[in-house]
């Protein structure tokens, strides 16, 4: 028998509730609220003031005005940033009308840490006339025209714009940078049984503007930094001005753009975050992970630090891809990567370049996170098709299968060197064709799906092994079977070298191939490239 509750120890779900209750029936009439936001307001450390029947809640850079109703009610909630015009907060008045003081008091506080700058309250005036200069011209910027084939669409506009979508403050918060979202994230793939899975949810990096303090000074500018009227040069951006003709404050601080999520950044790329500002960037305190490892952490946290990553995903017409990112191989120097939550920088001159070096990044992590599933587990029995993943060069990875019917080996090189750059190379499959490399890289550029454009490669592959494989062939004598190692057969393709590769539709597959652990399912796909063709290098030149 289960152990008896002691009747004298009240149930705490219970106890939770009435306590809840108790809070909402007390606060029922206009003292009960006024002291209600005094207490709050107390335990965050701000200011509490009270005018016929208008309480405000007060902090150096900003303050929350609560307009009281004579029956404890709330009629309106405003915000406003010292010096600034009041802005309606319907996220506040729906929580004081519903009397949730926790999430009240959270968002409160959430509030207050945006605006909590460190230093004295010159220093804070100052600051945050330099964000508020800052954001006007980051405003102005993001209505540039620009060229696109869809300037109606805000995914256009977030990963093409000069500076993305920007919103000022909303409800008294900073001003935030829309500056990345998957090119389509409206792609659905299928489960098992045929039926539609949920479209991935669509991620929005955003980047929160705010400033931080630093140990060196820094002028920062207090009016606006584009030449007026404005003009462009000739990649498209506003012409600034320079520092002398800007008014400027000399300030221990910087301006910070605060990511949300934090960005899975390579060395390579991290390092030129420091060469587009002047302000040094910290590695003392930084983590350092395999790529594929920091884009599952969320989701496979209990996934031992040496143990390869298996993810199987679901494509269209019930098909199932499973993808081995190799943890040894993503292992070296150059593709340990860090989560960046911050970037440091003095000058509106400098928020273009940075955003186009974290797009880079972003594309590079969405075309490798398309492949990685929210479960990370043994490959699947009902698997059809096998990846392994392979780190390349800095901004390239390869992707190593088989070919529909055949026992060889093929390579799809894919590079993306920089924002809204995708490059695909096939080796190994027995073709010389351009305009299928082509397809391939307008396909991952717009889906930036690691399934779609190899489910989209194994299709082509599969419709021309169809072809050049003829149902009616008489049965090989022995006189057929001379010649044919003189020349080519009807059911063979030359590959990129010239020679001949034989398409065997009637090759079995092992059984429980899918189920093998990763070491002995993948033990052929783990070649090394030199061992597999020595065209595999996507540096060496096509052949003749």
């Known amino acids: 028998m289960g152990k008896s509750r002691d009747e004298s120890i009240p149930c705490e779900p219970l106890r939770r509730t009435m306590l809840r209750l108790q809070e909402v029936f007390n606060v029922s009439s206009i003292n009960a609220m006024q002291t209600r936001l005094e207490t709050i307001a107390t335990q965050h450390g701000l200011g509490f003031h009270l005018t016929e029947g ?16 004579p029956c ?43 605006y909590n700058i460190p230093g004295d309250n010159e220093i804070k005036l100052k600051l945050l006339e330099a964000v508020q200069a800052l954001g006007k011209d980051l405003e102005q910027m993001s209505h540039v025209l620009r060229t696109s084939d869809d300037p109606a669409s805000q995914a256009d506009l977030i990963n093409n714009g000069i500076v993305g979508s920007v919103t000022s403050g909303k409800e008294g918060g900073p001003l935030t940078v829309q500056f990345y979202v998957s090119q389509d994230s409206s792609l659905k793939t299928m489960s098992p049984e045929g039926c539609p899975c949920p479209a991935p949810e669509t991620l929005v990096h955003t980047a929160l503007l705010t400033v931080a303090l630093t140990d060196v000074p820094h002028r920062l500018q207090v009016a606006s930094s584009i030449t007026q009227p404005p003009q462009l040069d000739e990649q498209g951006y506003p012409l600034f001005k320079s520092v002398n003709e800007v008014s400027c404050d000399q300030v221990p601080a910087c301006f910070l753009l605060k990511l949300q999520p934090a960005v899975a950044m390579m060395p390579t790329l991290w390092s030129k975050l420091s060469q587009i500002t002047d302000v040094s960037i910290a590695d003392v305190d930084l983590q350092w992970a395999p790529l594929p490892r920091l884009l599952t952490s969320n989701h496979c946290g209990g996934t031992p630090d040496d143990q390869d990553i298996i993810s199987t995903v679901s494509v269209a017409e019930g098909g199932m891809h499973t993808y081995v990112f190799p943890i040894e191989a993503w292992e070296g120097p150059s593709h340990q990567c860090t989560l960046v939550d911050t970037v440091s920088f003095t000058h509106l001159s400098h928020v273009p370049a940075l955003l186009e070096l974290l797009r880079h990044q972003c594309d590079i992590n969405s075309v490798l996170k398309s492949a990685l599933t929210s479960k990370c587990a043994v490959a699947s029995p009902s698997c059809e098709l096998h990846f392994e993943v392979l780190p390349e060069t800095d901004t390239s990875f390869t992707v190593t299968f088989h070919p529909p019917d055949t026992d060889s080996l093929a390579v799809l090189v894919v590079d993306i060197p920089g924002s809204r750059q995708v490059t695909c190379r096939l080796y190994g499959a027995g073709l010389n064709d351009s305009t299928m490399e082509e397809c391939l890289s307008n396909v991952i550029k717009r889906s930036h799906s690691l399934p779609v454009t190899l489910q989209t490669l194994h299709t082509k592959l599969s419709a021309i092994t169809s072809s050049l494989v003829s149902p009616t062939l008489p049965v090989a004598t022995e006189t057929d079977s001379d010649h044919s190692a003189a020349s080519p057969s009807p059911g063979s393709a030359m590959d990129t070298h010239g020679a001949s590769t034989t398409f065997s539709q009637s090759a079995p597959v092992p059984e429980g191939h899918c189920a093998a652990s990763a070491s002995a399912c993948y033990a052929a796909v783990s070649v090394s490239q030199s061992e597999l063709l020595p065209e595999i290098n996507p540096d060496t030149p096509d052949g003749p």
């Open 54 to 69: 208008i309480c405000y809640l007060t902090a150096d850079l900003f303050y929350l005005e609560v307009v009281l109703l």
């Open 72 to 114: 404890g009610g709330v009629d309106v909630v405003n915000v406003a940033p010292h010096g600034g015009a009041l802005v309606a907060s319907a996220s506040f008045l729906e929580l004081l009308r519903s009397k949730d003081f926790v999430r009240f008091s959270n968002k409160l506080g959430d509030l207050y840490r945006q």
